[in-house]
């Protein structure tokens, strides 16, 4: 496969970013010694930029960032890609609008998927974030197209940016790699969050149409977005 120098601009820009990412996934502490990879789709090509296997975050720096085609195939690089390549690109190949993966074994998110349970959404953060429940995705062996099967079946039925592959632990996903990293961060933190509440009785669910409203907010409203201007005699806009 050639790559264009447009191309390779964007894949140049797209190394950094994602080794940058993988150094939030320390920071987070949501991975330990080589575990867990970000990628990033390169936008308009069957392209995806993610880790090298098995080597030490300290040494996760732009270079060392790979390129490689949906298949899993590498195309630039000099390191084995990360096991998880198959995964992500089978992510990338069926669901267009998403353009970053994120793969961790967080803790708590791990300890939800060794239960095969899904996250009831008891809080409102995860109303915002996540618009619901978090998913079980099915048992998937490593190797094949299997865990990206079970990744996309489970969140095409849902409005989820986050799946706890059974017995494994969760992948994210998001319009970029930076937002999948976000939905791996928020992740454990309400897979903590409604693990503790649990130890002290039953978690009260939210009604689903305040789900839906919170959800809605969220996506659409919240943020650094373009400020309302109230009209005269209006009560202003939001806070
Ligand atoms: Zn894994």
Redesign the pocket.
């Known amino acids: 496969m050639t790559v264009t120098d447009e191309v390779r601009t964007t894949v140049a820009t797209l190394r950094r970013t994602v080794a940058d990412l993988h150094q939030e996934l320390t920071r987070y502490q949501l991975v330990v010694w080589t575990?867990g990879n970000v990628s990033a789709r390169v936008p308009g090509q069957q392209l995806l930029v993610i880790k090298p296997s098995g080597v030490s975050y300290d040494e996760l720096d732009a270079d060392a960032m790979l390129l490689c085609d949906f298949d899993g195939n590498l195309v630039e690089g000099s390191r084995l890609p990360s096991s998880?390549t198959a995964a992500h690109a089978y992510v990338y190949r069926h669901m267009p609008h998403v353009g970053g993966v994120v793969?961790t074994?967080s803790t708590y998110a791990c300890a939800w998927s060794a239960r095969a349970e899904p996250i009831p959404c008891v809080l409102t953060m995860m109303a915002d974030e996540f618009g619901g429940d978090i998913p079980v995705g099915p048992f998937a062996m490593?190797g094949d197209d299997s865990i990206g099967r079970g990744i996309v079946e489970t969140l095409s039925s849902s409005r989820s940016s986050a799946v706890l592959m059974q017995n494994?632990?969760p992948f994210t996903i998001g319009k970029d790699s930076r937002e999948a990293v976000k939905a791996a961060v928020m992740l454990e933190d309400v897979a903590r969050s409604v693990h503790i509440a649990r130890q002290l009785g039953e978690p009260v669910r939210i009604d689903p149409h305040h789900v839906d409203a919170l959800f809605d907010r969220y996506q659409n409203v919240y943020g650094q977005g373009t400020a309302p201007v109230a009209s005269p005699g209006s009560p202003g806009g939001v806070a």
């Open positions: 575990a998880d793969h074994h490593i494994h632990g």
